[in-house]
């Protein structure tokens, strides 16, 4: 088959929080012949979906391209604004259109017949990704909300929001999963990470199925990620583990989160937690650690619970007063 006839089969997403395994998924993914997926997530819907106005404007779609270009994501994926000017003028003048021929030129460019993106919490938008790609695939992994958190620590050691925060967000993705899977069966697949690492040839292969390839071993070596292979190799000798992909780092919370923020996290997450198969643990907190818990820990933390709440909303809600931005070191100076 014909790169050109290759290229029709539809785009994959792969969405969910950070410290989840979307990285781990995308070294597996791009080492298929027929997948390109950035390391880098352009994070294109995120921050610049309807953000310009009608892009049948020739004005707004200037300013449109203009942002992209100076957003070091996308800058990333080495967009040439010739060519997405002459092939944009040839189709609707719609934002996804737009994202897709900067993908799929980077894909032209890895030698690579299908593109991907992956991105935190794109699980957001699968209503207007999924109706634009009619052929798409959306993956969402999931991870213990406990060993997500402890994750993020290792990466945020001041945290942020700590516990509150963290449990919100995580029950935020963890509730678009579910909604999401309902409403779109066939294109929407949850993969939880733990599944991954503990059985990465059996997942991998319900993920090749999903997408509608053909299963590739080459894909269990991370041939295409070689950046990727050798940070989980030194990862791997960290922990004494004999093989890159392990799983030493299910379970790791108990020893390395504090027991009020296990005891905040199991106390609003416990349901959704058990919807996806991560079981509570029986606490034992001591007297003191009972008392910490009722009059600092739970308190602050729903404070931090509910602020990320509210942000988020007013973020989905009012996004020409509160839209999302990239922060300032991610754009390229004029």
């Known amino acids: 088959m014909k ?14 929080l950070d410290r989840c395994g979307k990285t781990m998924l995308r070294a597996f993914l791009v080492s298929h012949p027929h997948i390109s997926i950035p390391a880098i997530g352009s994070n294109m819907w995120t921050y610049f979906y309807g ?13 449109c391209l203009t942002a992209l270009l100076r957003y070091k994501h996308v800058r990333f994926l080495k967009p040439d604004p010739l060519r ?9 003048a719609t934002y996804a259109r737009l994202f897709a021929l900067i993908q799929q030129h ?3 460019r890895m030698g690579k017949p299908r593109w991907g993106d992956q991105s935190g919490l794109i699980e957001r938008y699968a209503d207007l990704i999924l109706r634009a790609y009619p052929d798409a695939r959306m993956i969402h992994m ?21 516990a509150g925060g963290a449990t919100a967000r995580w029950l935020y993705s963890a509730r678009l999963a579910r909604r999401n899977a309902a409403h779109y069966p066939d294109r929407y697949l949850i993969v939880r990470y733990e599944e991954l690492v503990s059985s990465p040839d059996e997942t991998l292969r319900k993920v090749c199925s999903f997408l509608h390839e053909d299963f590739d071993s080459a894909m269990l070596t991370l041939c295409g990620a070689d950046g990727y292979r050798a940070k989980l190799l030194q990862n791997a000798r960290a922990v004494g583990a004999a ?10 919370f108990r020893n390395h ?3 009020g923020e296990i005891a905040f996290i199991q106390t609003f997450a416990a349901a959704e937690m058990r919807a996806f198969g991560y079981t509570p643990d029986p606490l034992l907190l001591s007297p003191a650690e009972h008392l910490r818990f009722w009059l600092i820990d739970r308190p602050l933390n729903l404070v931090r619970f509910m602020a990320w709440y509210g942000v988020e909303l007013a973020q989905q809600n009012f996004p020409s007063l509160v839209g999302r931005m990239p922060a300032r070191n991610k754009w390229l100076s004029s």
């Open 84 to 92: 997405i000017r002459c092939e944009f003028q040839q189709g609707p």
């Open 142 to 162: 999931m991870r213990d909300p406990r060993d997500r958190y402890e994750a993020s620590l290792t990466r945020w050691t001041e945290g942020k929001a700590r």
């Open 243 to 252: 093989s890159l992909i392990n799983t030493a780092y299910i379970g790791r």
């Open 106 to 108: 980077h894909a032209e």
């Open 257 to 259: 989160v504090a027991p």
């Open 3 to 16: 790169l050109a006839e290759k290229m029709e089969r539809g785009p994959i997403f792969i969405g969910g």
């Open 51 to 63: 953000k310009y106005g009608a892009l049948d404007q020739p004005e707004h779609f200037e300013k």
